[in-house]
């Protein structure tokens, strides 16, 4: 199927970015990316994106940029695919290329949406959660590591006509659905990344290894308790998430011995599951960049104190992590340890 329009730009060339231009492009979407660096842009260009993992092996050739100066404006659908840490610097630059009718898909890890919409202005942005996974094995070649789908809406949960054309186009890449409650899809997500991202971030450990522990399953739980206490303060209705559907509500109810074991045994299927998988907070450090702390356990901490709800546990992690950032304190499993974790 071949559409003329509108144009689809992605912003930035990581695993989700690489991984949902190149599938458009493969559908028919007219598609531009960025990459940010010169010798990126040139891979994409030619021989283009090598793209492996669930999905088969193909290598897509795309229309791709080194910066968003280079873009051909106006610009019509962003699809803003950079770090957390970079979309509000992004989300400047891009504003004043925006269309008329020009929009901004965020498609980050975390809540950023508040933040860009400060900068781009809400009806300009369209909120998304990202459930399924991908990783970058080096310069243009990336890998589709774990089923899932799009979740997109409205930030105000209004009826939206541009949602429909945004699916048509994203259900190329993975199945898309829209929601009525995006905030609750992305706070979701947002506790899922808190307790686990966050922690292999802490300790080094893939997921399976590190909810084997009784003592990190404890943390787990303390985390998400504490994010589901800051959701109800904000009055978010929290949607079921974490891969397998989990009820938050359901789940943390209960405080006996058996709902304490149904509980550990609940996380030690998630950690089963997903045995494999290694954060990216991990991946970021290791590769001596910023993770997107603050728009993770750090957006929780923020909005405690915010709404008067204590988060001592998420403050705890928080500044932990930002610690090792400034190489204060080593990736450690012994980090668990800490006083300031202990339940």
């Not at 689809?8 to 990459?35: D, H, M, Q």
């Not at 202005?121 to 589709?144: F, K, N, Q, S, Y």
């Amino acid at each position: 199927m071949e559409h003329s329009q509108p144009k689809i730009t992605v912003v930035g060339a990581g695993a989700i970015g690489g991984v949902t231009a190149a599938f458009l492009s493969r559908a028919g979407w007219n598609v531009e990316i960025i990459c940010k660096r010169q010798e990126i842009a040139k891979q994409c260009s030619d021989p283009g994106l090598l793209i492996t993992g669930l999905r088969g092996e193909s290598r897509t050739p795309l229309h791709a940029v080194a910066s968003i100066k280079e873009l051909s404006g106006p610009l019509q659908v962003v699809l803003l695919a950079t770090k957390a840490t970079d979309c509000v610097s992004a989300a400047r630059e891009l504003l004043p290329m925006l269309s008329d009718d020009g929009f901004v898909v965020s498609l980050q890890n975390g809540i950023c949406e508040e933040a860009l919409a400060e900068v781009l202005g809400r009806e300009r942005l369209i909120g998304c959660v990202v459930a399924w996974g991908a990783t970058m094995l080096g310069p243009g070649r990336l890998e589709v590591t774990s089923p899932g789908e799009f979740v997109i809406g409205n930030l105000d949960g209004k009826v939206d006509p541009r949602l429909d054309l945004l699916k048509e186009a994203l259900s190329s890449v993975a199945p898309t659905r829209i929601s009525e409650n995006i905030m609750g899809e992305l706070y979701s997500k947002l506790i899922v990344n808190s307790c686990i991202n966050t922690l292999g971030a802490l300790t080094g450990m893939t997921l399976g290894k590190l909810l084997a522990s009784a003592q990190v399953r404890n943390i787990f739980m303390g985390l998400m308790t504490e994010a589901v206490a800051v959701a109800n303060a904000m009055n978010i209705r929290i949607e079921p998430g974490g891969g397998g559907k989990l009820d938050y509500y359901k789940f943390l109810s209960g405080d006996g011995f058996w709902s304490r074991l149904r509980k550990h045994a609940t996380v030690r299927v998630i950690g089963f599951k997903y045995r494999r998988i290694k954060s990216s907070s991990l991946q970021s450090l290791e590769r001596g960049r910023p993770t997107e702390i603050d728009y993770l356990n750090g957006y929780i901490c923020n909005k405690g104190r915010e709404f008067s709800v204590p988060t001592p546990l998420n403050d705890a992690v928080t500044g932990m992590v930002k610690e090792i950032e400034s190489g204060q304190r080593m990736i450690s499993p012994e980090n668990v340890t800490d006083p300031r974790l202990r339940l």
